[in-house]
């Protein structure tokens, strides 16, 4: 079950626009592909991987994308504006036998489009923690909530 990097954080904004061309005109990132979520998102790219993800924030976010990633903070400013910290990792069945065993309440979600299987858990800050897994290892396995199912 291990982790092998990070990989992306998600920005949450009051401005969609704004923070795209910033991220684009003084980083350098390109905006990329990204799924369907059902709710306002891009992607970042540094060369072919993103980095990025950036979604509206505040209190008026869509209901999808508070059933499907939550918010636990309505910030649009400062750090509380990162909602998550998503890394890549393998051995799914593993991880999810180590969450129960060690009593870690996780959600289960999938993005049919782009072939991942996702765990969502909390640190003991309060930090929501994205685990990716490839579709292969989630054989069998069905997502209290996938993407592909939210209404548009």
């Known amino acids: 079950?291990?982790?092998?990097?990070?990989?992306?954080?998600?920005?949450?904004?009051?401005?969609?626009?704004?923070?795209?061309?910033?991220?684009?005109?003084?980083?350098?990132?390109?905006?990329?592909?990204?799924?369907?979520?059902?709710?306002?998102?891009?992607?970042?790219?540094?060369?072919?991987?993103?980095?990025?993800?950036?979604?509206?924030?505040g209190a008026k976010v869509s209901e999808n994308r508070k059933r499907?990633?939550?918010?636990?903070?309505?910030?649009?400013?400062?750090?509380?504006?990162?909602?998550?910290l998503a890394f890549r990792a393998t051995g799914?069945?593993?991880?999810?036998?180590?969450l129960k065993e060690l009593g870690v309440d996780f959600k289960q979600r999938q993005v049919d489009d782009q072939g991942l299987y996702q765990l969502f858990m909390f640190d003991p800050n309060g930090v929501k923690i994205e685990l990716n897994y490839a579709k292969a290892e989630a054989e069998g396995l069905r997502a209290e909530v996938m993407a592909s199912q939210l209404p548009a």
């Open 68 to 84: 499907y990633v939550g918010q636990e903070s309505q910030a649009t400013h400062g750090s509380g504006a990162i909602d998550h």
């Open 92 to 98: 799914l069945r593993d991880m999810i036998a180590h």
């Open 1 to 57: 079950m291990p982790l092998s990097h990070i990989e992306h954080f998600l920005l949450q904004t009051a401005d969609m626009e704004k923070t795209r061309a910033w991220y684009v005109d003084v980083l350098g990132m390109r905006v990329g592909p990204n799924p369907d979520f059902k709710f306002p998102v891009f992607w970042l790219y540094l060369g072919d991987k993103d980095v990025v993800h950036v979604t509206e924030g």
